[in-house]
């Protein structure tokens, strides 16, 4: 890796949390092919995206995953890469070894906050409940991912942040690249959401159509800044 990326994450837990929330999208990927993932992540880049979340999903996926952040160090400045599916302790250090700039899980570990505490790393954690939301923030947890937020729905997120309007809530689950979807989630007061299949049809990613990925963030970045607005 490059010299100046050798402390492993390569931006700072301030970077990572201002990112996320200027942008308010980070795109949700998985592929055991590091070059589809390589594709994948650059038309992410060139679409306006800053903030990548690649899951630990399949076998070796951490290889994968450290051949994504030594490409992004190398061609894509400015990329932050981080890890998501993290359900324990010793997955989130492996990671963090690798070059993750954040931690992202379906739910929330305890054991999960001091490891990426001791390194100044962002830990995202899935949070279906107002108890977990703020158990997760008495960990240090900054951002909370609000998962499934297809099932906790927009009034979820409104009304958790109604008595904790500190709240920072990412939602991952059932964001779509659309208006009316988008609007929902950005009028309850989420900071950001995180989306996955949506924007990857797995018959553009078969087709390896990767301007048309490339787009598909574009749009939902532009939607993201017109609702805020």
């Known amino acids: 890796m490059e010299e100046d990326s050798k402390n492993m994450a390569k931006y700072s837990k301030l970077e990572v949390l201002k990112t996320m929330k200027e942008t308010g999208m980070v795109p949700v990927f998985y592929n055991a092919d590091i070059e589809i993932s390589k ?11 800053r903030a990548f979340e690649f899951t630990n999903r399949g076998d070796f996926a951490q290889e994968v995953f450290g051949e994504l952040v030594r490409f992004a160090t190398k061609e894509l400045p400015g990329m932050i890469v981080g890890v998501g ?52 923030q008495e ?20 009304g958790l942040r109604a008595p904790m309007p500190w ?37 553009v ?11 598909l963030c574009r749009n939902a970045l532009e939607i993201i800044g017109e609702v805020r607005r």
């Open 139 to 158: 960990a240090g947890c900054d951002i909370c991912k609000v998962f499934p937020g297809d099932v906790l729905g927009p009034a979820f997120v409104k």
């Open 39 to 49: 594709q994948v992540l650059k038309a992410c880049y060139e679409g306006g995206v």
């Open 167 to 203: 709240s920072q809530i990412m939602v991952t689950g059932g964001v779509k690249p659309t208006k009316e979807n988008l609007e929902g989630w950005f009028k309850a007061g989420v900071t950001c959401v995180g989306m996955g299949s949506n924007l990857f049809p797995k018959d």
């Open 205 to 215: 990613i078969s087709a390896g159509e990767w301007q048309k990925i490339t787009e």
């Open 85 to 136: 599916s993290v359900v324990d302790p010793a997955t989130a250090a492996l990671y963090i070894q690798l070059g993750a700039n954040f931690v992202v899980g379906p739910l929330f570990n305890p054991a999960i906050a001091p490891v990426c505490n001791r390194r100044l790393i962002p830990y995202c954690p899935g949070c279906g409940t107002v108890s977990e939301v703020g158990a997760a």
